[in-house]
Nanobody, 118 residues
Framework: VQLVESGGGSVQPGGSLTLSCAASGSITVINAVDWYRRAPGKQRELVAVINKDNSTNYVDSVKGRFTISRDNAKNTVFLRMVNLKPEDTAVYYC?????????????WGQGTQVTVSS
């Protein structure tokens, strides 16, 4: 299984970005997907979760600004980020729980840089 992240970049405060995390390979089904971020000098932070039933959860600091979604047909998960703030600057990682046959394994994306600065 391979994960490819894309969509990061540099934006001004108030700007928007959409991150993508595409999985390929031997996949029976994608269960939960988490988006994490790591800002310079800080610990990794869980930002958003989407479960197999499409229920979602967000850290308080991004509620109302970030939206996690999935396209099961394309084995892809998205993180739509609007009204970005400088404190959202971080490397963002997807963590995908994939069922292959009867075995579940989690995989990590390579990370994508998001920079919010004026």
């Amino acid at each position: 299984v391979q994960l490819v992240e894309s969509g990061g970049g540099s934006v001004q405060p108030g700007g928007s970005l959409t991150l993508s995390c595409a999985a390929s390979g031997s996949i029976t089904v994608i269960n939960a997907v988490d988006w994490y971020r790591r800002a310079p000098g800080k610990q990794r932070e869980l930002v958003a979760v989407i479960n197999k039933d499409n229920s979602t959860n967000y850290v308080d600091s991004v509620k109302g600004r970030f939206t996690i979604s999935r396209d099961n047909a394309k084995n892809t998960v998205f993180l739509r980020m609007v009204n970005l703030k400088p404190e959202d600057t971080a490397v963002y990682y997807c963590n995908v729980f994939i069922l292959t046959g009867l075995q579940q394994t989690d995989y990590w994306g390579q990370g994508t840089q998001v920079t919010v600065s004026s």
